[in-house]
């Protein structure tokens, strides 16, 4: 599908985001082992989130959507049952990698699969651990890819470092720690994001925290919840960049989730200089959601790196964009986890937005954004991937001329029903609800 994307000078109005990926896959997943039922309300309902309801029932989970309500009948720790068929996780690296701590579990033999760029995704990372646990995998590309077989049962607890900060590789971790005798620790370098501990606290686990340490203890029951999505804060950023860089922004977002190890891009725009102002702070089964306001600012060049980046790394797209409209440079280091994302999100943006004239330069590890530049608008390809996609969108809002985006479908992924919030919002309609 190609998006046409035409310039504004205007970005006004009120909405509520999707609710937050992350969350919904965890949700599911937690829904589906524990005892009882799990009424999730502010589901995502994208692509992603869908391929994880999909394998959970492939597993012998029931689970209805009921407009925008996900019920989920827990199974219990050892309610799952052997799939007759490949499980497909799609295009979604949480759904196979955390999907995978549970199996690692089970008494049973499961092959999991994805779609192409999946297949390119490594696995290695998370397969050797649990494997150490006492996991059976056998992956192509010597246990590397997808697809893969697991025989899982009779886990061990481990004590393990992890070799990046990496929330799916925890998450996987502590999932397959449910199921293992004793308990399982997990050292992290640098603080990921934290969903999945959150989440098993609200669910009835035994989970411990101490400095960089998480320790889980196995066999204990999870309880089945009510549990409200947070607004996604990913999805958010699109549209607090639009709302800064186009010369009569003024956008108020909803319920966007503001838990501190994911809004590390609210933080650094306004260290660029950015209008941005939070409110109306509550909490939700310990996340914390709040309503964000953005007006058109004159930014500038920042640095970025260290342990920003785990709480920024998927936004790292459209924080480039919004550094194209900034006085000076602004250098993203330690990113190169953004080569094995959906796609090489290092290289996909830097030659997204160079065919619309910015000067940027790609780094080992990251970006070289100059600022202060005019956009031309041209035909861009998303590489498939839904954040380059949208990216690409809000950057054609300042272009001078129509912006094509081939791939668009992508964007279903994680925000169905962005372009119609765009084009909402040029608008200046009060109040959207995309959720």
Not at 109 to 130: E, H, Q, V, W
Request: glycine share 12%.
């Amino acid at each position: 599908m190609r998006l046409q994307i035409t310039p504004t000078n205007r970005m006004e109005g009120t909405l509520t985001v999707p609710g937050d990926k992350s969350i919904s896959h965890r949700a599911v997943m937690l829904g589906s082992i524990a005892e009882g039922t799990t009424e999730i309300s502010g589901f995502l309902a994208g692509e992603d989130c869908l391929s994880t309801i999909k394998c959970m029932q492939a597993l012998g989970v029931p689970i209805k959507m009921e407009e925008d309500k996900v019920i989920v009948e827990g199974q219990g720790l050892g309610g799952l049952q052997e799939a007759s068929n490949i499980l497909d996780a799609g295009n979604s690296g949480t759904t196979i990698r955390l999907l995978s701590g549970i199996l690692a579990g089970q008494p049973f033999t499961s092959i999991i699969n994805g779609d192409a760029s999946l297949r390119k995704r490594p696995m290695g990372r998370i397969i050797r651990p649990l494997m150490l646990m006492g996991a059976h995998v056998l992956g192509r590309g010597d246990d590397n890819y997808a697809p893969f077989a697991i025989r899982g049962g009779n886990l061990k607890p481990l004590t393990y470092t992890l070799p990046v900060a990496s929330a799916q590789l925890k998450s996987a971790l502590l999932l397959a720690g449910l199921y293992a005798e004793g308990w399982t620790g997990i050292i992290e370098p640098i603080q990921s994001r934290n969903h999945t501990e959150l989440m098993l606290n609200s669910f009835g686990a035994h989970l411990h925290k101490e400095d960089n340490i998480i320790r889980i203890e196995g066999g204990t029951p999870l309880r089945g919840q009510k549990l409200i999505v947070p607004g996604d804060v990913s999805s958010a950023a699109f549209f607090m960049v639009a709302g800064l860089i186009v010369p009569e922004g003024h956008i108020i977002l909803k319920n966007v989730g503001l838990n501190k190890t994911r809004s590390g891009i609210i933080e650094v725009l306004q260290e660029m200089g950015a209008s941005l102002n939070i409110r109306d702070i509550y909490s939700t089964a310990g996340e914390l959601m709040g309503t964000v306001e953005v007006q058109s600012s004159e930014l500038k060049g920042v640095t970025v790196g260290g342990e920003m980046i785990p709480r920024l790394i998927d936004e790292i797209p459209i924080l480039a964009v919004a550094a194209l409209f900034a006085k000076g440079i602004t250098e993203i280091r330690d990113a190169a986890e953004l080569k094995v994302k959906e796609s090489n999100r290092i290289a996909a943006i830097c030659q997204g937005l160079q065919r619309l004239g910015a000067r940027m330069e790609e780094l080992p590890d990251g970006l070289r954004i100059y600022g202060g530049q005019s956009l031309q608008g041209n035909t861009c390809d998303s590489f498939n991937d839904h954040r380059i996609a949208m990216a690409l969108a809000v950057a054609g809002l300042r272009a001078q001329g129509d912006t094509y985006i081939e791939g668009a479908e992508a964007i279903d992924i994680s925000f169905p029903g962005f372009k119609e919030t765009l084009n909402m919002l040029a608008k200046g309609d009060n109040h959207g609800d995309q959720r």
